[in-house]
């Protein structure tokens, strides 16, 4: 069964430091979806794409947060420079229905600690 | 603001009973979705509900819809340890990603 990849899985950085997420997603799915899940509370989108071009980004912390998916497949959520507050898990999810509130398929997730 | 409100937050039940999570949004609900969670792991797809009154069921899982009142509740039936997590509503407001609740954590003791 197809699944959407995240790596790494645990990450552990010290403030002020720069981290990287990676999501690949189902194969054809042209919607990606970068959520924020803070201990204790449902998931934030931070971003979505639809291909390559960024659709809703209105939540993504500008100034330290930045995304891409450059080729329309693959995606990557960079925090520089990562803060105490940014500790949380970092989701990645695709969809096949562009435009449209569907099924999503998450991954297992990239957790963060900043220490 | 939250637009969807979960209730309970947390809920710990004895194996082999009944229960019941409510979902409640703050805007119109053209669909509603239910997300089950394990613990540090990534989101599992329930069911989608798109009519009022519409009612679906999965295994011992069964949710239904009011979109009168904006709700959704999702109930387990003899509960099961397999069935402990976090479930999280999501609601699609302007069409595009979901927003999700806070969830409500379930444990479940033998």
């Known amino acids: ?115 | 603001s939250q637009e969807l409100e979960q209730s309970p937050q947390s809920l710990i039940v004895q194996e082999g009973k009944n229960l019941t999570i409510n979902c409640t949004s703050s805007k119109t609900l053209y669909g509603l979705y239910w997300y089950k969670q394990k613990y540090g792991e990534g989101l599992i797809f329930l069911m989608m509900l798109q009519k009022g009154g519409e009612e679906k069921s999965h295994e011992k899982i069964t949710a239904k819809l009011d979109e009168k009142k904006q709700q959704s509740s999702l109930h387990i039936t003899a509960s099961q340890p397999s069935h402990a997590g976090i479930y999280l509503c999501g609601a699609g407001f302007s069409g595009y990603a979901l927003n999700f609740g806070k969830g409500t954590s379930l444990l479940v003791t033998p």
């Open chain 1, 1 to 115: 069964e197809a699944e959407v990849a995240q790596s790494p899985r645990y990450k552990i950085t010290e403030k002020s430091q720069a981290v990287a997420f990676w999501c690949d997603p189902i194969s054809g799915h042209a919607t990606l979806y970068w959520y924020r899940q803070i201990l204790g509370q449902g998931p934030e989108l931070l971003v979505q794409f639809q291909d390559e071009s960024v659709v809703d980004d209105s939540q993504l912390p500008k100034d330290r947060f930045s995304a891409e998916r450059l080729k329309g497949v693959d995606s990557t959520l960079k925090i520089q420079p990562a803060e105490l507050g940014d500790s949380a898990m970092y989701l990645c999810a695709s969809s096949s229905l562009a435009g449209a509130a569907g099924e999503l398929f998450f991954g297992e997730g990239s957790r963060l600690t900043v220490l």
